[in-house]
């Protein structure tokens, strides 16, 4: 697909995500008790308030904040999983960059789903079927974007397996007794089988071995190189964020309270947050 | 006895409001070919999952002027098919045969009519499990999702993980289609050699499931593709070199039978009104 580099491959804007019905108390968020994402009067939860950035293509963009302060909401809204409450996201390689795909049919959410964007879940259990072989968790996504061939089918998951360095021997087998260092590699794997501009990554390291965690972080790295791949990489691991992204946005109580470069945030962190958050990484 | 009898039921047994609505929903199933129509299912005098779904497409459809052929399992003589027609004839003054060509209306169960369902015709098959995404998901909800959704790779992947365990797709009867490039359907416990007589058919198609209240169709002249992916094409069952010991058929669906004292296997046609006709044929040259 061929791209205008300057133009940002994916741009969300005001983006808002609310749990619960809201209030004349809540209406505005600025109305919210300061530092609480929480309606004290009607209880609704407002998981990510006027989230609004650009992502290039073939950048990693990292997402980090504490527990609770919307990282998963944002890119499962994004992809989908859950609905926004307002808000636009569009993809300059989707009708041209003019639609918010938040108001596409379900049809072409799906399709955006399956060709446009990758997911990978801190949890394995979503992100893949356990009784089903690892091939066949590959397989279903090739198939959701129209391929019936099973020949064809088994070449490009052996690809895609080798590639994240599954043995292709253990194609056939269910993950479920798979680690989960290669549980999260199969979902790599499987994000990646119909070749999306966008990856969005949660949590991928989160309960893994150091040396483990390494291994899927080189290949990350091996994919944006390789393939061009932009990702949102969500962590509470500034550790993760400094490793992989080149861009950064801190997420506070829903809220986007600085979004810059990597390094400048880590070096002159502006918010006293982010500062709390990068001194305890030193 | 019969008379009075005949009094104490509502002509075809159901209330003329019922046989609206069942009608209604037929026409709703019929212009969405494939897709599940719920409708309110009635108790019946016989029990749920022994054919009350048909029973009731049956019921909301005969008049006097109709000919009903019943078959279980391609058998007309069976206990099911032998009380429902009891049923049917003690509340109508419709007509029954045998002969699947003299029928204007076929209530069957498991099988097609060997053959071919004429446009005058319509046949009405009994379905125990009307969702065929039920193997994949277990909720309704997620289903009626999916439908809408045209999302079936969860069906195609059951069907790949078939392939790579037992180098096949190992559904035997009740096998999915496409129905008019749109829905997936149950075809109800029919072999796969049934399955393409639905494609392009004269005749039309429905399907009743008493137990799960739905109501689908094929309609006439509907595209029926079975599920099958490119290198791994769908395939009937057949009968190379065996023929049927009564009619000597041997372009037919045969049933495999054990001869309990001798221990000897053979083979006899399914459809056996069918059957019944070519060996009157054979005996009367
Ligand atoms: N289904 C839900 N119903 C109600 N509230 C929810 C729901 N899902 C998330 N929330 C709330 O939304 C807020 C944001 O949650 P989210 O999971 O996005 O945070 P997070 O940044 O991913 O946290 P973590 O680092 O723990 O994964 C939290 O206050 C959470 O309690
Ligand atoms: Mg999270
Ligand atoms: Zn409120």
Redesign the pocket.
Same mark, same amino acid.
């Given at each position: 697909m061929i791209h205008d580099e300057s133009r940002p491959l994916l741009s969300v804007r005001h983006l808002t =995500?609310r749990? *619960?019905k809201g209030c004349t108390a809540c209406s505005h968020p600025e109305q919210l008790p300061e530092g609480s994402?929480?309606c004290p009067h009607c209880g609704t +939860?407002w998981?990510?308030n006027d989230i609004s950035f650009d992502l290039y293509e073939g950048e990693i963009l990292g997402i980090v &904040?504490? $527990? *609770?302060? *919307? =990282?998963? $909401?944002?890119v499962?809204c994004l992809y989908f999983d859950?609905s926004i409450t307002d808000g636009s996201a569009h993809i300059a390689t989707y009708q041209d960059g003019a639609a918010n795909i938040f108001r596409e049919s379900s049809q072409q959410k799906r399709y955006i789903r399956n060709h446009l964007m990758g997911m990978v879940y801190?949890n394995p259990w979503i992100g893949l079927r356990m009784q089903f072989s690892s091939g066949g968790n590959i397989a279903e996504k090739l198939i959701a974007a129209g391929t019936f061939n099973v020949h064809e089918i088994r070449a490009r998951a052996k690809e895609l397996l080798d590639h994240v360095e599954i043995p292709v021997t253990r194609m056939d087998e269910v993950p479920l007794h798979f680690s989960g260092g290669m549980q999260q590699r199969v979902q790599i794997s499987k994000a990646l089988a119909n070749h999306p501009p966008i990856l969005l990554l949660?949590?991928v390291t989160t309960g893994l071995d150091l040396s483990v965690q390494a291994r899927v972080l080189d290949l990350i790295r091996r994919i944006q190189r390789e393939s061009r791949t932009a990702m949102i990489v +969500?962590s509470?691991d500034l550790g993760v964020i400094r490793m992989l992204c080149d861009r950064t946005m801190v997420?506070k109580q &829903?809220r986007c309270i600085e979004a810059g470069l990597t390094d400048q945030i880590l070096e002159d962190p502006h918010h006293a947050y982010t500062q709390l958050l990068v001194h305890s990484l030193l | 006895m019969q008379p009075h009898l005949k009094q104490t039921y509502n002509y075809a047994f159901l209330d003329e409001g019922s046989k609206k609505e069942i009608r209604r929903t037929t026409l709703k199933a019929v212009a969405i070919p494939g897709y599940q129509v719920p409708f309110a299912s009635r108790e019946m005098p016989i029990g749920r999952g022994w054919g009350t779904g048909g029973l009731q497409l049956t019921l909301s459809l005969i008049g006097d002027q109709d000919c009903l052929k019943v078959i279980d399992q391609g058998n007309d003589d069976s206990v099911n098919a032998v009380s429902i027609k009891k049923l049917v004839q003690s509340c109508t003054e419709a007509e029954v045969t045998t002969d699947s060509e003299r029928a204007t209306l076929i209530q069957t169960r498991h099988r097609i009519p060997e053959v071919p369902i004429r446009a005058d015709q319509i046949l009405i098959f009994q379905v125990p499990l009307p969702e065929p995404l039920r193997m994949v998901e277990a909720k309704e909800r997620k289903t009626k999702q999916l439908h809408a959704e045209m999302d079936y790779s969860g069906i195609w992947l059951r069907l790949y993980e078939d392939i790579v365990k037992w180098g096949k797709i190992s559904i035997g009867a009740d096998y999915p289609a496409l129905a008019h490039k749109r829905h997936i359907f149950a075809p109800s416990p029919i072999p796969r050699y049934d399955l393409p007589k639905l494609n392009h058919a004269d005749g039309l198609f429905l399907f009743g499931a008493g137990r799960e209240k739905k109501i689908y169709a094929i309609p006439p002249y509907t595209d029926i593709e079975p599920l099958a992916f490119d290198d791994y094409p769908f395939e009937t069952e057949h009968f190379d070199g065996c023929n049927c010991r009564l009619c000597g058929s041997s372009d037919t669906f045969l049933d495999e039978i054990f001869d309990e004292k001798t221990g000897q296997k053979f083979y006899q046609c399914s459809d056996t009104g069918n059957c019944r006709k070519r060996q009157e044929k054979r005996h009367t040259p």
């Amino acid at each position: 697909m061929i791209h205008d580099e300057s133009r940002p491959l994916l741009s969300v804007r005001h983006l808002t =995500k609310r749990f *619960g019905k809201g209030c004349t108390a809540c209406s505005h968020p600025e109305q919210l008790p300061e530092g609480s994402n929480h309606c004290p009067h009607c209880g609704t +939860v407002w998981a990510c308030n006027d989230i609004s950035f650009d992502l290039y293509e073939g950048e990693i963009l990292g997402i980090v &904040g504490e $527990s *609770g302060s *919307g =990282k998963s $909401s944002l890119v499962q809204c994004l992809y989908f999983d859950s609905s926004i409450t307002d808000g636009s996201a569009h993809i300059a390689t989707y009708q041209d960059g003019a639609a918010n795909i938040f108001r596409e049919s379900s049809q072409q959410k799906r399709y955006i789903r399956n060709h446009l964007m990758g997911m990978v879940y801190q949890n394995p259990w979503i992100g893949l079927r356990m009784q089903f072989s690892s091939g066949g968790n590959i397989a279903e996504k090739l198939i959701a974007a129209g391929t019936f061939n099973v020949h064809e089918i088994r070449a490009r998951a052996k690809e895609l397996l080798d590639h994240v360095e599954i043995p292709v021997t253990r194609m056939d087998e269910v993950p479920l007794h798979f680690s989960g260092g290669m549980q999260q590699r199969v979902q790599i794997s499987k994000a990646l089988a119909n070749h999306p501009p966008i990856l969005l990554l949660d949590e991928v390291t989160t309960g893994l071995d150091l040396s483990v965690q390494a291994r899927v972080l080189d290949l990350i790295r091996r994919i944006q190189r390789e393939s061009r791949t932009a990702m949102i990489v +969500v962590s509470h691991d500034l550790g993760v964020i400094r490793m992989l992204c080149d861009r950064t946005m801190v997420m506070k109580q &829903g809220r986007c309270i600085e979004a810059g470069l990597t390094d400048q945030i880590l070096e002159d962190p502006h918010h006293a947050y982010t500062q709390l958050l990068v001194h305890s990484l030193l | 006895m019969q008379p009075h009898l005949k009094q104490t039921y509502n002509y075809a047994f159901l209330d003329e409001g019922s046989k609206k609505e069942i009608r209604r929903t037929t026409l709703k199933a019929v212009a969405i070919p494939g897709y599940q129509v719920p409708f309110a299912s009635r108790e019946m005098p016989i029990g749920r999952g022994w054919g009350t779904g048909g029973l009731q497409l049956t019921l909301s459809l005969i008049g006097d002027q109709d000919c009903l052929k019943v078959i279980d399992q391609g058998n007309d003589d069976s206990v099911n098919a032998v009380s429902i027609k009891k049923l049917v004839q003690s509340c109508t003054e419709a007509e029954v045969t045998t002969d699947s060509e003299r029928a204007t209306l076929i209530q069957t169960r498991h099988r097609i009519p060997e053959v071919p369902i004429r446009a005058d015709q319509i046949l009405i098959f009994q379905v125990p499990l009307p969702e065929p995404l039920r193997m994949v998901e277990a909720k309704e909800r997620k289903t009626k999702q999916l439908h809408a959704e045209m999302d079936y790779s969860g069906i195609w992947l059951r069907l790949y993980e078939d392939i790579v365990k037992w180098g096949k797709i190992s559904i035997g009867a009740d096998y999915p289609a496409l129905a008019h490039k749109r829905h997936i359907f149950a075809p109800s416990p029919i072999p796969r050699y049934d399955l393409p007589k639905l494609n392009h058919a004269d005749g039309l198609f429905l399907f009743g499931a008493g137990r799960e209240k739905k109501i689908y169709a094929i309609p006439p002249y509907t595209d029926i593709e079975p599920l099958a992916f490119d290198d791994y094409p769908f395939e009937t069952e057949h009968f190379d070199g065996c023929n049927c010991r009564l009619c000597g058929s041997s372009d037919t669906f045969l049933d495999e039978i054990f001869d309990e004292k001798t221990g000897q296997k053979f083979y006899q046609c399914s459809d056996t009104g069918n059957c019944r006709k070519r060996q009157e044929k054979r005996h009367t040259p």
